[in-house]
């Protein structure tokens, strides 16, 4: 049961470039999220989804697109990277029903520089 | 509006000794509360929740968290530190609004 899966680990970029950070689920949940992490602020909700099709913004979504297709893909697009975008994002899930009962289970992290 | 203060950014305690990890909630409504430890490079991994069942929460490696309403508080206690539990901890409060809020949380050094 591989759980939550992110791709890369590790990514340099440099400043305005584009990439795509990889996040896959397969526990069949509907609730999918993207946070980045900074030292001293905890995370921060980037972009959610409810379900496929359906997706709003967090705290912090202003350089970052998301769309969800499928169940199971909930991709993070970086449209022009910043060194303020320098971070690790987590891509976290959870059932949406009942959701906000059940935790959610976290990726091991995508620890992007940007120079 | 739902938010989360963690009380200390940084606590230490010499191994042996009692732990305590201080978080306070603002909800709105009902909340369920979480504990995530981080352990360093590594991604987050859930201790315990509460959701409107006990008051007194046990969760995994020895944790325990009581939550007082009147106090609105959530703290995270463990008898004994061992220093594997060396680590970043986040409280986390949920209600309705699809969103998980996070606190800032609190590094725990375990001294030997």
């Known amino acids: 049961n591989a759980g939550v899966t992110q791709t890369p680990k590790f990514q340099v970029l440099k400043t305005g470039q584009s990439m795509t950070l990889q996040c896959a689920q397969d526990?069949?949940?509907?609730?999918m999220s993207w946070y980045r992490q900074d030292p001293g602020m905890g995370l921060r909700l980037i972009h959610y989804?409810?379900?496929?099709?359906?997706?709003d913004q967090g705290e912090v979504p202003n350089g970052y697109n998301v769309s969800r297709s499928t169940t199971e893909d909930f991709p993070l697009r970086l449209l022009s990277a910043a060194p303020s975008q320098t971070s690790v994002y987590f891509c976290?899930?959870?059932?949406?029903?009942?959701?906000?009962?059940?935790?959610?289970?976290f990726g091991n992290g995508t620890r992007l520089t940007v120079t | 509006a739902q938010s989360v203060t963690q009380l200390d950014s940084h606590v230490s305690v010499s191994e042996g000794t009692p732990v305590l990890l201080r978080c306070n909630y603002s909800?709105?409504?009902?909340?369920?509360l979480f504990w995530y430890v981080q352990h360093p490079n590594k991604g987050l991994q859930l201790l315990l929740k509460?959701?409107?069942?006990?008051?007194l929460v046990k969760g995994i490696n020895g944790f325990e968290a009581e939550f007082k309403k009147s106090e609105t508080s959530f703290h995270l206690t463990k008898p004994s530190a061992h220093m594997s539990d060396a680590a970043e901890y986040f409280c986390?409060?949920?209600?309705?609004?699809?969103?998980?809020?996070f606190g800032t949380g609190t590094s725990l050094t375990v001294i030997p």
């Open positions: 986390v409060v949920s209600s309705t609004g699809n969103q998980f809020y």
């Open positions: 509460y959701t409107s069942a006990a008051t």
């Open positions: 526990m069949n949940h509907e609730y």
């Open positions: 976290a899930s959870t059932p949406s029903r009942g959701w906000y009962n059940s935790p959610l289970h």
């Open positions: 989804s409810v379900g496929a099709g359906i997706t």
């Open positions: 909800s709105s409504y009902s909340p369920s």
